[in-house]
């Protein structure tokens, strides 16, 4: 199984939080606006994901707009 998503209208940060450890092992991503991103294997099963709403969408600390 596979999870693919398409960011469409504005760039957006995406967090994975490992299952069984939510608060030490999380990873944000930055998708782009257009961009295409699949989850498999770990990403897919080990990680859950969620994209951020806009009060939190920092990317290295910078604060990402979303124009949506």
């Keep these: 199984d596979i999870i693919t998503g398409l960011s469409l209208l504005s760039d957006c ?15 944000d991503l930055l998708l782009e606006r257009r961009s295409l991103y699949h989850l498999a294997h770990l990403g897919r099963y080990d990680f859950t994901h969620e994209i951020l709403n806009e009060s939190e969408s920092l990317f290295n600390g910078i604060k990402v707009k979303k124009d949506r």
Excluded at 19 to 25: A, C, N, T, Y
């Design 13 to 27: 940060v995406m967090r994975l939080r490992h299952k069984d450890d939510k608060e030490g092992k999380v990873v």
